[in-house]
């Protein structure tokens, strides 16, 4: 089978499946979306950010590189998403999810399936994306949310909002808890370790219930401008700034693919919670994850012929 086929048996189609269920469930029995928003929000999320900082073990010298890549990888996307925001003359609403869909990748729940499957013989490569995992939860936490808040409120406002997020408080302690090397009990990691889960299945079913109550706009201006700045320019920029810092090799690899992720599935959920453009921001979701099956496919193939020679 082709990288394209094993892609969309293993990774997409799953999703699609529990996106299905949301969708039926929602139709049968009207879930209060907010209530399901706000157990992902301040729930869920924080677990899982928490669990994977914890558990990230980083080569520091390899930390640093890479940092330095993703810090201007990342902020190369956010200068690009306000540049083009602009240029299509957005509301504050429309350019929060735009520059969302833009800058925020699903390292997780998608990134991860197809690192597993790409870099079986490699535990470098894991290890890299489990890097990107984490910058991009702290990314979408603080830039992300910022994004979302701004659109609704301004000045101290924000700020206040930012730090009473329960995931602000989990990404600092999961750092200082990972850097002082101290173990926790069984009894408190068993309930974090099944929250964080949890996450999966509870985000998709909510996105799917989202969706099923949508009217689609294919041919919104918004969706697929962040579309294209997703799953195009992205890897454009990755592939540059690799090449810029002589990156090379499996690391190389692992960080042009982690590139090419759709948008991620929290920024729908911050949308939701916060009620900033949210079924645009479901739609850009679902859009972006069902063209990465070709175009994940493809970076995927370009970058054993780049980087693997």
């Known amino acids: 089978m082709s990288y394209i086929?094993?892609?969309?048996?293993?990774?997409?189609?799953?999703?699609?499946?529990?996106?299905?269920?949301?969708?039926?469930?929602?139709?049968?029995?009207?879930?209060n979306l907010r209530a399901l928003s706000n157990l992902i929000?301040?729930?869920?999320?924080?677990?899982?950010?928490?669990?994977?900082?914890?558990?990230?073990?980083?080569?520091?010298?390899?930390?640093?590189?890479?940092?330095?890549?993703?810090?201007?990888?990342?902020?190369?996307?956010i200068i690009l998403g306000s540049i083009f925001?602009?240029?299509?003359?957005?509301?504050?609403?429309?350019?929060?999810v735009f520059k969302n869909s833009v800058s925020l990748i699903n390292s997780g729940n998608y990134g991860l399936p197809v690192s597993q499957l790409v870099f079986q013989t490699h535990p470098l490569g894991m290890a890299v994306q489990i890097i990107v995992l984490v910058f991009q939860n702290v990314l979408t936490f603080t830039y992300g949310l910022y994004n979302?808040?701004?659109?609704?409120?301004?000045?101290?406002?924000?700020?206040?909002?930012?730090?009473?997020?329960?995931?602000?408080?989990?990404?600092?302690?999961g750092g200082i808890l990972n850097a002082l090397n101290i173990p926790i009990p069984q009894f408190l990691w068993?309930?974090?370790?099944?929250?964080?889960?949890?996450?999966?299945?509870?985000?998709?079913?909510?996105?799917?219930?989202?969706?099923?109550?949508?009217k689609f706009k294919f041919l919104d201006k918004v969706i697929i401008a962040g579309s294209i700045g997703r799953l195009i320019i992205g890897p454009a920029v990755?592939?540059?700034?690799?090449?810029?810092?002589?990156?090379?090799?499996?690391?190389?690899q692992s960080l042009f693919i982690a590139s090419s992720f759709p948008?991620?599935?929290?920024?729908?959920?911050?949308?939701?919670?916060?009620?900033?453009?949210?079924?645009?921001?479901?739609?850009?979701?679902?859009f972006t994850?069902?063209?990465?099956?070709?175009?994940?496919?493809?970076v995927i193939y370009l970058s054993t012929i780049l980087f693997l020679q």
């Open 289 to 298: 994850t069902l063209l990465s099956s070709l175009t994940v496919a493809f």
């Open 85 to 96: 925001s602009k240029l299509l003359k957005l509301n504050k609403g429309q350019s929060a």
């Open 263 to 286: 948008s991620s599935r929290n920024s729908s959920s911050l949308a939701l919670e916060y009620d900033v453009e949210p079924d645009r921001a479901a739609q850009t979701v679902l």
């Open 41 to 77: 929000t301040y729930c869920l999320m924080p677990a899982t950010v928490f669990v994977n900082i914890y558990l990230t073990e980083i080569d520091p010298q390899l930390l640093v590189e890479i940092m330095v890549y993703l810090l201007l990888f990342g902020g190369t996307l």
């Open 148 to 173: 979302l808040i701004s659109a609704t409120k301004s000045g101290l406002e924000i700020v206040r909002s930012l730090f009473k997020m329960p995931i602000i408080h989990a990404l600092i302690a």
């Open 5 to 31: 086929g094993v892609i969309f048996l293993n990774v997409i189609f799953p999703m699609l499946i529990l996106l299905a269920i949301g969708g039926a469930l929602q139709k049968k029995f009207n879930f």
């Open 190 to 214: 068993l309930p974090i370790e099944h929250l964080s889960d949890a996450i999966i299945a509870v985000a998709l079913i909510t996105l799917g219930a989202q969706l099923i109550q949508i």
């Open 238 to 252: 990755a592939l540059a700034f690799i090449y810029i810092m002589g990156i090379e090799g499996i690391v190389a």
